[in-house]
């Protein structure tokens, strides 16, 4: 199966589970409507694909518990994108091709449309078909990927180094945060459902980490040569934001090279555990989605 026909056949039970908590509990029609426009609104869907593709790497039938956590999961990388494209931070006006939230609905609806899907989505955990002990380990590392020490904390490192130049390692620093975190939770959170021993655990994450880097390197090659059209927002803003980048601080060629050295760490570790799954053979799903950021 490939990703496409993958993606194809299970996405649509994550927007079933989605659509289903919105309705059921934003009552007030503006908030449904602003909530759903960005929820709606396209993107690759790429967190919920590697949480749904770990757990059929590690040949476990996909369940409603596990759309609704890819669902939360998403709910949460969503709320980040309508707060990130703010006026008091990245003042984007498009974001997957359409006008922003704020652009559409007003700053202030925008932000609680914002807050709803982060809300929403833990409430969606926290109903989620897993058992008790699975809720509580997923709603835990959900939790910690998105908050402070996550995705959060690193939005505000990123919001800090417009004021300077940060070196390498700062950056990468925060980038595990703001962009690393949520991809890890998604790969970890797949083996944890899966039940797998440790060892492949720490390869996996080797994979997911990696992966997250590589993501971050290809986004911001894509905001120097990219086509706004092809990729749905405005490009230059990080120059315009004076934020340091991969290609600032190591110029094009450089983070070229950079995205190659961990899209092959992160081959390296998934193939290791092929083998320990006699998957050798076979070209998975995990590779295909790594494989779209060398294009």
């Known amino acids: 199966m490939t990703k496409e026909i993958f993606a194809k056949e299970y996405l649509p039970y994550v927007m079933k589970e989605m659509a289903s908590v919105l309705e059921t509990n934003a009552s007030e029609k503006l908030l449904f409507d602003s909530m759903s426009y960005s929820l709606e609104a396209g ?15 590690f040949g476990e ?20 994108l309508i707060h990130d494209d703010l006026p008091a931070m990245d003042n984007d006006e498009l974001r997957r091709g359409k006008p922003t939230n704020h652009m559409v609905y007003g700053e202030a609806l925008a932000i609680l ?12 955990v926290a109903v989620s078909e897993l058992s008790s002990a699975q809720r509580v380990w997923v709603m835990t590392e959900l939790t910690k990927a998105s908050g402070a020490k996550g995705m959060i904390g690193g939005q ?8 300077t130049t940060l070196t390498l390692e700062e950056l990468q620093a925060v980038h595990e945060k703001k962009t690393g975190a949520l991809i890890r939770f998604a790969v970890e959170t797949g083996c944890y459902l899966t039940a797998q021993p440790e060892s492949i655990m720490t390869e996996m994450m080797t994979y997911a980490d990696n992966f997250g880097v590589a993501f971050q390197i ?12 092809e990729i749905g927002k405005r490009t230059g803003m990080d120059e315009a934001l004076n934020k340091s980048t991969y290609t600032s601080l190591l ?7 950079a ?18 799954l006699g998957k050798t053979e076979e070209v ?12």
Do not use: W
Request: charge should be negative.
């Open 113 to 124: 449309a914002g807050d709803g899907l982060l809300t929403e989505a833990l409430h969606l």
């Open 259 to 276: 995205l190659s050295e961990h899209y092959n760490k992160a081959v390296t570790a998934l193939t290791t555990v092929k083998k320990q």
């Open 43 to 57: 993107g690759k869907r790429l967190r919920p694909l590697l949480l749904l593709a770990t757990i059929d790497f």
């Open 61 to 80: 039938k996909l369940s409603k518990g596990h759309f609704q956590i890819a669902g939360a999961l998403e709910m949460i990388h969503t709320y980040s």
């Open 284 to 295: 998975t799903i995990l590779e295909e989605l790594i494989q779209t950021l060398m294009g």
């Open 251 to 257: 110029g094009v060629e450089g983070a070229q090279k």
């Open 156 to 163: 505000v490192g990123d919001i800090e180094g417009e004021k």
């Open 218 to 229: 290809k986004d911001d090659l894509l905001d120097v040569l990219g086509d706004e059209a």
